[in-house]
């Protein structure tokens, strides 16, 4: 009755419906289907294996050449190594007038989080994505959602744990949200991944006053990141006259090309000032 | 030993991508090495076997990467369709230049196809400025390598062939 051209035009039609439906879905939220774990379990010995392997190599090539300039480097780092005991000193002082102030003021300690280090054993194949691979899991008391750090700032979110490895959400990444405030005005907005290594700051309002070089930090009203950690500079702000929000771009204070180690906050404590002592 | 070949090499390939080449200092991003490999599959191998790696290959880059599931399932398989379309259409299988094409216009169309979607299914995030650039980067270093890579694929797998070919007949002697 029909023809095998048209059964096939059908079936290619058919073909790129279904496919279309499918990807729709997908992209609306970032899904799972439980077989993940598998091909992360899969591949991350592999990437464990090879980053080790390259980072051995790496640290041997190094040492070598830097035989010749450690003695001097040496007498350079006692020097500073004096002075930082000094400062290290004086940071204790301002440390404990710190937690003194604070419990006269009933605020909460944000830095008391129980978190685990982790090394990045694997980055996106993709140009378009940036999350990386971490080599810690489920047996290490990860789950889904847990926040990424670095000394620096944030770094990301878990988005899905095997049991000895997990990928991570980098801030970079186009799905990821962060809310945020202006460390000096107090503005708040979501930090919001561009994919490249900056990031913007969505829906800050054109009467709050925000500045080049102004730091960003997490307002912890998202519930995945705890208040006041860093995130990134203010890099440039762009005024459009028929738009009732700032453009704000953010270049983050984690360099991501360099990434190798982060930590993994296991337990986030609520920072809600309202419900302090 | 064409199965067997074909999952080393999607290891290999996987590895490199995701642990060698971020920190190799390259100009701009490298493209995805799983397209040669789908051209590789599309022009010398079976359609069942070459269909069933694809949707392997797919579904590990899938997971592997933070791309909605079925994002790059999708790109192997349409690239693989195009592939085998264009062989019953053309005979290039020798032809460097046609080979160095398709596999530049392979990861070409992968970014359209990352990129079509991104427009499609999430119009409201903005794409960075220097998507254009990206792309253009990619296509260079396919130009570039993809058909040295392809060549690499076939010469491995014929030579391996042989060697297992001799290896049976000697064993049937």
Known sequence: MFSRKMVLIVGVIVLIA????????????????????????????????????????????????????????????????????GVNNQWQETELANARLRNLLGFQNTISEIVVAAEVIGKDPSAWFKTVIIDKGRADGLTRGLPVVMPQGIAGQVIEVSNHYSKVMLILDRNSAVDALVQRSRARG?????????????????????????????SGLDGVYPKGLR????????????DIFHEVIITPFVDFEKLEEVLVVLEVQKHDMASGP | MSYCFNIAI????????????????????????LIPFIVYLGLSRPVREGLLFVCFL???????????????????????SGVKG?????????????????????????????LSSFAIFSPE????????????????????????????FRKTHSWLDAGFRALYARQSD
């Open chain 1, 18 to 85: 279904v496919n279309i439906i499918v990807l729709s879905v997908s992209s609306k939220r970032y899904t799972t289907f439980g077989l993940e774990r598998i091909a992360i379990s899969f591949i991350s010995p592999f990437q464990e294996l090879v980053t080790h392997t390259m980072r051995f190599t790496g640290d041997i090539w190094r040492q070598y050449f830097y035989l010749v300039t450690v003695t001097r480097q040496n007498q350079v780092l006692r020097t500073q190594l004096n002075q930082a005991i």
């Open chain 1, 190 to 218: 979501v930090i919001k991944g561009e994919s490249t290594d900056r990031c913007r700051l969505d829906f800050v309002l054109r009467k709050n006053d925000v500045r080049v070089g102004d730091t960003v930090v997490s």
């Open chain 1, 231 to 242: 995130i990134g500079f203010v890099a440039e702000v762009i005024e459009h006259d028929a």
């Open chain 2, 10 to 33: 999607c290891l290999i390939l996987v590895i490199l991508q995701t642990t060698v080449i971020p920190n190799l200092s390259l100009p701009g991003r490298f493209y995805d090495l």
């Open chain 2, 58 to 80: 797919g579904f590990i880059m899938d997971n592997l990467s933070g791309s909605p599931f079925g994002l790059y399932l999708t790109s192997y398989f349409w690239l693989f």
């Open chain 2, 86 to 114: 264009i062989t019953q259409l053309l005979q290039v299988r020798k032809r460097v230049f046609v080979i160095t094409f398709i596999v530049a216009s392979g990861v070409l169309a992968e970014n359209l196809i990352f």
């Open chain 2, 125 to 152: 995030q903005q794409l960075g400025g220097d998507a254009f650039k990206i792309v253009a980067v990619q296509v260079m270093w396919a130009l570039l390598t993809g058909a040295v890579l392809l060549i690499i």
